[in-house]
């Protein structure tokens, strides 16, 4: 038997620590919280991204009944943007969530799995890593691309 380890590499800032253009995409994300439509989970989360270009998109989670048809704050964004930018990749994703009584999380939240993978194929598609910024109150976990976070990756090499 053969074991491997997989390490990822976070950085943890406190938010007064990030640079300027990095709070500022943190509180776009924050913002888009406040336009989140979750009357079930009553879990308010909120994603921006900084395109190569400077511009930024903001999006947030969009409950439904029916379950399956909700959608989440990455991915409402990242489609938006691709959509709206194909030629601009991703620089930076932030992504910030409050509670049901409309507090931001003391610590970051982490994007679901369906989430990730399409992070990983927005990462494909644009030929460049982004960096995530995940927000918590307490700190801002800083990631070098969805590999840190999607170490065994499902991706086209995969079907090969």
Not at 22 to 32: H, K, S
Not at 70 to 96: K, V, W
Not at 127 to 140: D, E, F, P, Q, S
Request: some cysteine.
């Amino acid at each position: 038997m053969e074991e491997l380890e997989i390490k990822t590499h976070v950085r943890v800032y406190r938010y007064e620590e990030l640079a300027e253009e990095d709070q500022r995409l943190v509180d776009e994300a924050r913002e888009a919280t406040r336009r989140s439509y979750a009357p079930y989970s009553h879990f308010h989360v909120g994603a921006a991204v900084r395109l190569a270009n400077g511009t930024v998109v903001s999006g947030s989670n969009q409950e439904n009944a029916a379950s399956p048809s909700s959608l989440c704050a990455e991915r409402t964004t990242l489609y938006y943007a691709n959509s709206q930018y194909p030629d601009q990749a991703i620089d930076t994703l932030a992504i910030a969530a409050r509670d049901e009584h409309g507090k931001f999380l003391r610590s970051p939240i982490t994007p679901c799995g369906a989430c990730r993978q399409v992070m990983l194929e927005t990462e494909a598609r644009s030929g460049k890593k982004m960096r995530i910024l995940l927000y918590g109150t307490k700190h801002v976990y800083e990631l070098r691309g969805v590999s840190s976070l999607l170490p065994l990756s499902f991706d086209a090499s995969s079907m090969k």
